[in-house]
């Protein structure tokens, strides 16, 4: 296929007339008066390696890598690991970072391999068995390079900057009399178990028991590593038809149940000037008369 592509191309370049040196060797071109045909040269690699992914993307990586390394060297400064505020601030900037590499390192790893496999699948093996085991492992990479391009591109989205922080979510039975309390339980035990199993620490605030099980409201916290992100997108109303416990006859019942997620929010420091704070004393009149003081 590349042979043929070659040999279909012409190429006429003029030559100077005060020169009959040439920049190519002579046995491999045709040349006539001041014009000369490009013919393919034989015994030489015409591959090399090439980057699948775009070159935009393969920038921004290039970067994250560079900054992923800078921020490594700073946390092995004896000045920053000094400074707990600081330290802090470059290790929470490296785990953001840590994903991203790993993956962009095992993207570049996976070419490499599949440049290899390529060029083993261009020389003559003359096992079918071997020959069958490359095309299959070309394939196997070219399909894992997609992948992993794709998540890189993901990766890559601007993320939201409420997304590592912590949050508190609410569980509110909705329409539905006593099963919607058995639904806003199934909810909140739901929660509990995904916050164990991913690692969460969540921790019950406050809570509203309804008269047939469940809950009529429940409030917790829960903490981790981007809980907005992984949590953030249940706000909402959360809707089940099913054959209650509470039903005798078999019906299906259509409950519903509210979630509310909401971030931690800042901590704010509110100093009140004495000045602005006015006391009022009243006395009531009467026998059984008190004084209040606002």
């Known amino acids: 296929m590349m042979e043929s592509l070659f040999t279909s191309i012409t190429v006429r370049i003029p030559l100077p007339n005060t020169s009959n040196q040439y920049l190519f060797p002579s046995n491999h071109f045709n040349i006539t008066k001041k014009s000369f045909i490009a013919r393919p040269l034989k015994n030489v690699k015409r591959s090399r ?12 990586l290039d970067s994250a890598e560079k900054t992923y390394k800078e921020l490594s060297t700073k946390l092995a400064d004896p000045d920053v690991v000094s400074n707990p505020s600081e330290y ?8 953001d970072l840590d994903e991203v590499v790993s993956t962009y390192r095992k993207f570049k790893e996976s070419e490499k391999q599949l440049e290899e496999a390529r060029e083993l699948a261009k020389e003559d093996v003359s096992d079918e068995d071997m020959a069958e085991m ?4 070309v394939e ?3 399909n894992q390079l997609k992948e992993l391009e794709e998540k890189l591109k993901l990766m890559l ?4 900057p409420l997304d590592e922080r912590n949050i508190m979510l609410e569980v509110r039975a909705g329409t539905g009399g006593d099963e919607a309390g058995l639904w806003a339980g199934d909810l909140v035990r739901m929660y509990q178990r995904y916050s164990e199993r991913n690692s969460l620490k969540y921790t019950p605030l406050s809570c509203s028991e ?14 981790g590593k981007r809980v907005y992100s992984k949590l953030k997108y249940e706000s909402g109303v959360h809707r089940v038809q099913r054959v209650p416990r509470t039903e005798a006859q078999g019906r299906v019942h259509t409950s519903t149940a509210t979630v509310a997620v909401m971030p931690e929010a800042d901590e704010v420091e ?25």
């Open 134 to 137: 490359i095309a299959s492992e």
């Open 270 to 294: 509110v100093q009140i000037d004495p000045k602005d704070i006015e006391l009022t004393t009243a006395r009531s009149g009467g026998a059984g008369g008190c004084i209040r003081t606002l």
């Open 140 to 142: 196997s990479l070219s």
């Open 210 to 223: 309804a008269d047939m099980g469940g809950f009529k409201t429940y409030v917790m916290e829960v903490k």
């Open 88 to 95: 802090q601030k470059f290790a929470q900037s490296m785990s």
């Open 49 to 60: 390696f090439v980057c699948m992914a775009e070159p935009y993307l393969i920038t921004k």
């Open 157 to 160: 989205l601007p993320s939201d």
